[in-house]
């Protein structure tokens, strides 16, 4: 199952390499017209999460919680549990290592959230993407990427920037290989299609 939500997250943004940051059940409404694929929620509650998980399913998108920041969600393997069993998301989003292989082991996607403040965060987030094994790495804030590019080894997981991108500009800027895709709120993004 793992396996093959990872060939559907690679090939929805190989499509559609723009992730859609929602903070609400409003902004899924839009993602669907954008052509969007990929969904991360970022902030609110398990309840409004079931609603989000079936909305996004009816539009053929994946969804990811962000579960560092979602009330009502347990930070341990059977929080990770509830969410595959019974509200049915694709992946989780975390800064936590032990809740990305608590979420691989409940059969769910995770995805890695690094900050890269400085060289020593960039070390560290390394050697926790080699200790955890994600899915998915998303690199945060975006904008840094052109700087720390060189400084990255060959072999990682899918690369996903976030954070900060306001503009086109921003976002051609960074949505380079290693990078796989940008994940934004910015709604004016959303139809964004690689020429």
């Known amino acids: 199952m793992r396996r093959e939500r990872l060939q ?43 609603d989000l998980a079936k909305l996004c399913k009816a539009q053929g998108q994946m969804l990811f919680a962000h579960v560092d920041l979602i009330g009502g969600v347990a930070k341990d393997a059977l929080g990770m549990e509830v969410l595959a069993s019974e509200v049915g998301i694709d992946g989780v989003l975390t800064t936590k290592g032990y809740l990305v292989s608590a979420a691989q082991k409940a059969g769910l996607l995770g995805i890695q959230r690094l900050f890269m403040l400085d060289s ?3 070390r560290t987030g390394l050697r926790m993407i080699h200790s955890s094994q994600p899915d998915a790495v998303e690199i945060l ?55």
């Not at 976002?171 to 020429?195: C, D, H, M, Q």
Request: aromatic share 4%; proline share 8%.
């Open 141 to 195: 804030p975006a904008l840094v990427l052109p700087s720390v590019r060189e400084r990255l080894p060959e072999r990682l997981p899918p690369m996903i920037a976030g954070g900060l991108v306001e503009t086109k500009d921003e976002l051609e800027k960074v949505i380079e290989p290693p990078v796989l895709a940008v994940s934004t709120s910015r709604v004016g993004l959303w139809n964004y299609e690689r020429v």
């Open 8 to 50: 559907n997250l690679k090939a929805g943004l190989t499509q559609k390499p723009i992730i859609a940051g929602l903070k609400g059940i409003a902004d899924a409404h839009r993602t669907g017209v954008a052509g969007i694929k990929v969904c991360f929620y970022l902030t609110g509650d398990i309840f409004e999460l079931r």
């Open 120 to 122: 020593e965060a960039l």
